[in-house]
């Protein structure tokens, strides 16, 4: 069953640093998303994408977040200047039909230091 | 506001007894409906959605859930629990006006015991 990566599983950064999550969604899929789960709260939207641009996004993607689709696999989420509350699991997600589920990656645990 | 509600947060039960699980949302417009699981140590997995027809739909490893429109509810059932189904639940609903995004529910944690 194909799935969607995601990398790494785990990163650790010193508050203000810049991270890159990466992502490479189902290779036909062209609808992407990330969410954020902050231990012990709801799991949250921050963004889709389609065709190259954000078609949606949160209040929490903020000028922080940047997502970008770098090459034809890679859907990367960078952060820039990591908070400790940025701490938590980011999870990418893909899709061929939007609203119609997708399918998601198994998350990077973020942890801001 | 647009909200998802699952009743309970922690759910304990023994093998073979009956499992349901309550969701209700608040959303002005038309909505699609999932439940997703997340087993200890994996991703989101989509156990079952409703877009629209028949209320009642069947998903993986024997789940179906119920969609009742006056009541803005889409409770999860599962006739007999095993043991593998320890995991976390997720309502989750998405407008149909968005472009996929999904709003999720708390979770409620199943532990399901021998």
């Known amino acids: 069953e194909p799935e969607v990566t995601q990398t790494p599983s785990h990163q650790v950064t010193q508050m203000g640093q810049e991270v890159i999550l990466r992502c490479v969604p189902i290779s036909n899929h062209l609808y992407f998303y990330w969410y954020r789960q902050i231990l012990g709260q709801k799991v949250e939207f921050l963004v889709s994408f389609y065709n190259n641009e954000i078609s949606e996004k949160s209040e929490i993607f903020d000028d922080q977040f940047s997502v970008e689709r770098p090459d034809g696999s890679n859907f990367t989420l960078k952060i820039r200047s990591t908070k400790l509350e940025d701490s938590a699991m980011y999870f990418c997600?893909?899709?061929?039909?939007?609203?119609?589920?997708?399918?998601f990656g198994s998350g990077t645990r973020l942890t801001v230091v | 506001a647009q909200s998802v509600s699952q009743h309970n947060h922690h759910v304990i039960l023994s093998e073979a007894a009956s499992l349901e699980l309550g969701c209700n949302y608040s959303?002005?417009?038309?909505?699609?409906l999932f439940w997703y699981v997340q087993y200890p140590g994996q991703h989101l997995q989509l156990l079952l959605k409703y877009f629209s027809g028949d209320p009642l739909v069947k998903g993986i490893k024997g789940f179906e859930a119920e969609f009742i429109k006056s009541k803005f509810s889409f409770n999860l059932r599962k006739p007999s629990v095993q043991w593998s189904d320890t995991a976390e639940y997720f309502c989750?609903?998405?407008?149909?006006?968005?472009?996929?995004?999904?709003?999720f529910g708390a979770g409620t944690q199943v532990v399901v015991t021998p």
């Open positions: 959303y002005g417009g038309t909505v699609n």
């Open positions: 989750a609903v998405s407008p149909t006006d968005s472009w996929g995004k999904l709003q």
């Open positions: 997600a893909s899709g061929d039909t939007p609203g119609y589920g997708y399918t």
